[in-house]
Nanobody, 127 residues
Framework: QVQLVESGGGLVQAGGSLRLSCAASGRPASNYNMGWFRQAPGKEREFVIAVSWSGSHTYYADSVKGRFTISRDNAQNTVDLTMNDLKPEDTAVYYC????????????????????WGQGTQVTVSS
């Protein structure tokens, strides 16, 4: 079992940056591919970004490619999401996630049954 706790959410103006962190406990985070989903008010949960267990591969949703980056520190069992050039449409609750499913498979998921989730952290981007 893996426990995930997000931090770093908040309010930021459009064009600004924000960094989210996810701390994992239980089994080492290095055993999992990790990343982030988000859910905006009235919208379905959507994939944002994922990184492989080794940190060698990153997978992006088209909407955030070129603006968001992800990094992981397996020694600390943490994964960080750096969000740049934020837009109002980025406003959502962001959820840290971990799964044995390869990062490339996160893009077109049909089920979330193989995922562990954090509690979510609110990101609000004002215009």
């Amino acid at each position: 079992q893996v426990q995930l706790v997000e931090s770093g959410g908040g309010l930021v103006q459009a064009g600004g940056s924000l960094r989210l962190s996810c701390a994992a406990s239980g089994r080492p985070a290095s055993n999992y591919n990790m990343g982030w989903f988000r859910q905006a008010p009235g919208k379905e949960r959507e994939f944002v970004i994922a990184v492989s267990w080794s940190g060698s591969h990153t997978y992006y949703a088209d909407s955030v490619k070129g603006r968001f980056t992800i990094s992981r520190d397996n020694a600390q069992n943490t994964v960080d999401l750096t969000m740049n050039d934020l837009k109002p449409e980025d406003t959502a609750v962001y959820y840290c996630a971990a799964s044995n499913i390869g990062g490339s498979g996160w893009i077109d998921l049909v089920t979330y049954d193989s995922f562990y989730w954090g509690q979510g952290t609110q990101v609000t981007v004002s215009s």
